[in-house]
């Protein structure tokens, strides 16, 4: 199995909401990430998890909150989210850390929309 | 200069042609390179990937990869309508010391029939 899954894929909310993105993959990866994709734009990292610890923080606002709850699964909270938010979130999970990171599998993503 | 440069596209080669991708790094500490494919509208892939200099092939792919020029290149053989797609270059620069991977700007090819 070498799918990563996202839900949901479609989300929109207000800037005053609460939500979150869930993230999940079985392939016994112990690297999550966050990626943020505007259009025409490469994936722009937010958070990487390695065996669960939270290893890098791309001075994300705090607006958005990653939680890592095992290893197969990676959440992203979303509260008080401004319209320049929408965008693609894309997880990712790679084996770990060090020079094979980057060979990721990317979710599908969810296309966020912040009314 | 940014980290890693590709340039945008888009690149039009005829169906069976060799479309030819390149990419430039800044950092000479850079020990891993890889090349993701991302449809419109879907997530990258990850088609390629090369750590030691010289060629690498996988079926109609192959990485190129020379570390004294700071540069890598996708080759596509046969090209097909379907290749049609952005190309992302990236990079674990600092050595490998941190798993953050940089993209460039991705270079879109378009495989006309």
Redesign the interface.
């Known amino acids: 199995d070498t799918e990563v899954t996202q839900t949901p894929k479609h989300l929109v909310m207000g800037m005053t909401n609460k939500k979150s993105l869930k993230c999940e993959q079985h392939m016994g990866h112990r690297a999550m990430y966050w990626y943020k994709q505007k259009a025409k734009k490469p994936p722009e990292l937010m958070f990487v998890y390695s065996y669960e610890k939270l290893s890098i923080n791309e001075s994300v606002p705090s607006r958005f909150s990653p939680e890592c709850p095992n290893s197969s699964l990676l959440n992203l909270h979303l509260h008080a989210l401004q319209p320049e938010d929408s965008a693609l979130y894309l997880c990712a999970s790679s084996q770990g850390p060090g020079p094979g990171a980057g060979e990721q599998y990317f979710g599908p993503g969810t296309r966020l929309t912040v009314t | 200069q940014k980290e890693v440069e590709q340039n945008s596209g888009p690149l039009s080669v005829p169906e069976g042609a060799i479309a030819s991708l390149n990419c430039t790094y800044s950092d000479r500490g850079s020990?891993?390179?890889?090349w993701y494919r991302q449809y419109s509208g879907?997530?990258?892939?990850?088609i390629m990937?090369i750590?030691s200099n010289g060629d690498k092939e996988d079926g109609r792919f192959t990485a190129q990869l020379n570390k004294a020029s700071q540069y890598v290149s996708l080759l596509i053989r046969d090209s097909q309508p379907s290749d049609s797609a952005t190309y992302?270059c990236?990079?674990?620069p600092y050595g490998?010391a941190?798993?953050?991977?940089i993209?460039?700007?991705?270079t879109l090819l378009a495989v006309q029939p």
């Open positions: 020990q891993s390179f890889f879907k997530s990258p892939e990850l990937f750590y992302l990236a990079v674990i490998g941190t798993n953050k991977l993209f460039g700007t991705g």
